[in-house]
């Protein structure tokens, strides 16, 4: 009875075949430079990291006359067979997005010392006091990092600006690092357009609880406070939150929060943002003309690396004197003639 | 031999590997016209027939060809495998198991709990030990929908749903709480003692040179050696020579400790002079072997045990078994611990095996559990048929990425021929209207894989 299926099943096999050893031999190595991204669980339409990553990839591979690709990443553990598949594939610069993959780009990078490796927002310390400089081992990893005070400071500028109370506020997630810049630029930019400023901060150890933000942000509303900075992912989102629900002013973080987080979009007066696209773009720059530096890749105000977000429906509501401060203290900080006062 | 005893012996074969090539035919007819409406749905979408072409090649040189490709598409399979023999599992007692992921999830943190929590054991108590935990969680996870099941008769397929989300969640919370590694700036549960880690390949010549390990290994090969000897005992060629009870269990527990010893003297040196595994970058781990095994086991406990036979005559016709006397509602939670176990111990062998921090980090999302429903039906609920299934699905999974490099092929395609290839599997009507071929009216009328609302 299973004559006639065999039959098709043999047809079937000579026709794959075949038509496979009629394919297009894969195409010849090109002298076209390759650059891969690979994106964490997020995937490339995050609207958030991944996807400006991937933007500034293609805007350097298409400057530069590479070719970009990008492998989003299903899971934590893909995270090193995708950056494998790019190694093996021969590319010569692969971009890895965020600290969830730190060990795995980690790994890769002396697996291949031959391919330039840029990480965004991950950068590798020491684990202790004494311990060697990691760059010293990752001779081609370059970390895109960000000067968030910077661009705190700017916040901070809008926050003191539109505040009437007097009392402006953050809602942060862990006391790490970059949550630290963000934080102190914030309350010297509130003090910078307004000296006699009061400023209230709370660091709640996650990242991941809006519920505990929503509340912290309630009892800085009962404060007085009338501007909120949401300065730790969605721990932050539930300071946003609060203040929305009392038609108060917020300032997003990382991303245009406008575009991200769409709930609270009537309250943003702005986000303090970092452009990955420009990091990447940046950091690509460097592998092209030869430049590339491991370690460290700052991006600041200067090179357009971090900024603030548009207006969008508080661009009527800000004050003009606001925005020239903003203007005043952007063009300070560049210059340096102004500090944010943020001290390792 | 004489030619009488021969000819029987033969046609007996014959019919065997004709059985065999008859059951394989259908699902790889199926998996054949599933590449084929594959291929016409790149062409129509990209707009030319070179795409397709393109995309295949990669898809087969990223699953099998490239370097670490075959040692890749094997990594996915093993978790595959497991998950998959936990849905077939249930299959076969008339359960449908939807929380094999929700499971996979529960046996992936008792894992990180247990492989984390003791520094000094030596890997022969404390690999076991992970992984007997990460059944256990699997298994308590797998019986509560097994008893609201036995006891209320509330569905298993919401109560396991919903069982998912609980899981997610406790997960999630044990990871960035309880089990919180404080010093890694991502979140993640701590890394698990090497003594717990599911050796790569490439390492195992270096953990052989320890005693311990090489001994752990020998109880293994003498433990398989002896299932295989006492299955062997029973074929009539050597149960004739054996004539006593004795004598078979001489013969038995002797070939047991012969490979037992042997394979402790000599797999130490033989694996560090000849181990085709030398990449230290591959990430195949010993957990194939584990899935092997595991494949073996469950078509042992299913078609050779009380137990199994139970659980089948519960699954295919649940009044008779209890007229027989069987206790349906022990038979119920014991196929949702069995299903369970199988599924946690598929969440271990990511952290154990494959996870880079060798720890259970946030996002954990693998969507082994989902997949592992497909594979289970591709294969028909047969363990055996499970490990070509669990691969072919781990290769599409693995080869996806090199296509859509190549191509430019979204590996979403691989879910569309993942789909068409469970569509045909599923409805053999339509294979046989293209195949034109002749059904046999006994054959329409096949038995449900499990059974729909109520007993």
Redesign the interface.
Known sequence: ??K???L??AL??VV?LV??A???A?APAAAKKKV?LVTD?GGVNDKSFNQSAWDGTQKAAKEFGWDA?F??S????D????I???A??KYDAIVTVG??M???TA?KAK?YPGIKFGIVD?GYFP?KAGDPDPYVELKNVTSLLFQEDEVGFLAGVVAGGLSKSGTVCSVSGME?PPVVRFVVGYQNGAKYIKPAVKTLNTYIP???DPAKGKEVGQSMLSQGCDVVFGVGGNTGNGGLLAFKEKGLPAIGVDVDQYNTYPEVKDALATSAQKNVDTAVYLFLKTVSDGSVKAGILTANLKNGGIGLAPYHDWDAKVPADVKAKVKEATDALISGKLTTGYKP | MSSTTTTPTRTHYRAVILKM??AL??P??AI??A??LGAVIITITSGSL?AA??A??GL?E?AFI???GMS?SL?AAIPYVFASLAVAFGFKAGLFNVGVEGQFYIGAVTAAAVGAAFSDLPAIIHLPLVIAAAALGGAVWGAIPGFLKAKTGAHEVINTIMMNYVAYRLVEYLV?NVLRDR?S???QTIRVAPSAELWSMASVPDRLADPLNALFVALLIALAAFFFARTLAKTARISASLNTPRSARLFTVGIALASGVLSFLLLPPLTRALWIWTDK?D?LHIGLFLALAAAVFMYWLLNKTTIGFELRTVGANPSAAQYAGINIGRSIVLAMSVSGALAGIAGAT?VLG????RCL?L?????YGFDSIAIALLARGDALGILPASFLFGALR?GA??M???SGVS?HVISLIQALVLLFVAAPAIVRYL????V?PAEVAEAPLTRGWGR
């Open positions: 009875m299973s006639r299926i065999w098709i099943v079937l096999v794959a038509i496979g009629c394919a297009p894969p891969g669980v690709k492998i989003e299903k899971q934590p553990t995270y090193e067979k995708n494998d598949q790019f093996t594939e600290f969830l730190g060990d795995a790994a697996q991950y684990a790490i996650s990242f991941t | 090539l008859d035919s259908m790889l007819v054949l016209f590449f084929a070179s072409l393109v295949y090649v087969i990223g490239k370097t670490r890749e990594v960035s010093v700036s991502a979140v970058f990430r990511e494959v996870s880079t921090c980090p996002f954990f999302s693998a969507g693995n990425d090199l859509e490099l190549r590996k195949t034109r071929q002749k046999k």
